[in-house]
């Protein structure tokens, strides 16, 4: 699987100082001046991605007709219509979703310019970028991914739907879109001028997009066919069937644990995932009952948490132990045996056995 090249920037060649023909004038993007956006920034890399738009000028403004003779207009204009290349969300008539305009996927939330562009254009960008073809099974599972985990939330925040019902316990200033923003010019600033900022914000949330999917390709996806083979030889690993062994540590493994059981008809549901650290050693960490929670299918017994070394050995009956966490979601022992062990205990002392 070869690297993507995310990031590559040629000198421009040299203009000819011989007469030729007329060029015709680079396609234009148009979205809002003033402060910016998260989404609109977004948007318009996005955009950029294309060969269509590679070299397309970008016009900030909300002149009714300068955005008349831009080729695409993102985030402005009132008005979403893909077939004059127009993807506004702000009007009161616009309520689409991914949901909406691709009845097969399942997210809801009411996209903004970013989602909008990505959902016309996604699959397009993602396969260029990795050079496969749109309808290649990788390019549907990672448009599906790069919506889910980094196109949504910005749509979110953009269109003001909190993540919660409740008040969050915590504040979160450190995502993206906040970034974005804080690249605006301060309300005391005597230089108000947004053109430098919008461009280090195109710059910011592209490099972060172009980072996520190579993450994703060359990372994250691999780790499928990992995971896959571990399930289907569960019952090799401990007749309960309940616990997983990895074939190569730190490959991130919960949701594609989480996808192919139901996919692959798990009957029992996994409990523990042994895998080696960086330094050889081993972890046993415990199944979460889902992807955002930290709240786990069967945690390492209470008397072991937050004990280390010998005295957890002395306790467990396990030799080479190392420790268990205080909420009990990981431990970890020099051997695979040991990890083993630690897992087979408390399957066998767990109050009601599924």
């Not at 699959?123 to 549907?140: H, R, Y």
């Not at 549901?269 to 929670?293: E, M, N």
């Amino acid at each position: 699987m070869r690297m993507l090249r995310l990031f590559a920037w040629a000198p421009r060649a040299s203009r000819s100082f011989m007469p030729g023909p007329k060029r015709a004038r680079p396609s234009r993007i148009g979205t809002h001046g003033g402060t910016f956006h998260c989404d609109e920034a977004l948007a318009c890399f996005l955009l950029k991605l294309l060969p269509s738009y590679q070299d397309a000028e970008i016009i900030r403004t909300r002149d009714a007709q300068l955005l008349s003779s831009c080729d695409v207009v993102v985030d402005v204009g009132g008005e979403y219509d893909p077939q004059k290349h127009r993807y506004d969300h702000h009007q009161r008539s616009f309520n689409e979703s991914m949901h909406s305009l691709k009845p097969d996927k399942p997210w809801q939330t009411k996209l903004s310019s970013a989602g909008l562009v990505y959902v016309h254009f996604g699959s397009q960008i993602l396969a260029n970028k990795l050079g496969l073809k749109e309808e290649d099974p990788v390019v549907c599972l990672l448009y599906d991914k790069l919506y889910e985990n980094f196109i949504e939330e910005i749509d979110a925040i953009d269109n003001g739907i909190s993540q919660w019902d409740e008040e969050p316990r915590y504040s979160m200033s450190t995502n993206v879109s906040s970034r974005v923003g804080y690249l605006n010019p301060r309300w005391n600033d005597k230089d108000q001028d947004t053109e430098a900022g919008f461009q280090k914000a195109m710059t910011l949330v592209g490099h972060e997009f172009l980072d996520r999917l190579d993450y994703y390709y060359h990372s994250w996806h691999p780790a499928r066919s990992l995971v896959e083979d571990a399930i289907q030889r569960r019952f090799e690993v401990d007749p309960s069937g309940e616990i997983l062994v990895l074939a190569q540590g730190g490959c991130p493994w919960k949701e594609h644990l989480l996808q192919l059981e139901q996919m692959m008809d798990v009957k029992k549901p996994l409990k523990f995932v042994l895998y080696t650290d960086l330094s050889g050693q081993w972890r046993v960490q415990c199944v979460p009952v889902g992807l955002r929670t930290f709240q786990n299918r069967l945690p390492l017994l209470e008397e072991w948490r937050g004990l280390r070394e010998e005295d957890l050995s002395q306790l467990s009956g396990i030799p080479d132990c190392i420790f268990v966490h205080s909420s009990g979601f990981i431990g970890g022992n020099r051997t695979k045996e040991g990890a083993l062990e630690m897992a087979r205990k408390t399957l066998a002392q767990q109050a009601e056995p599924n």
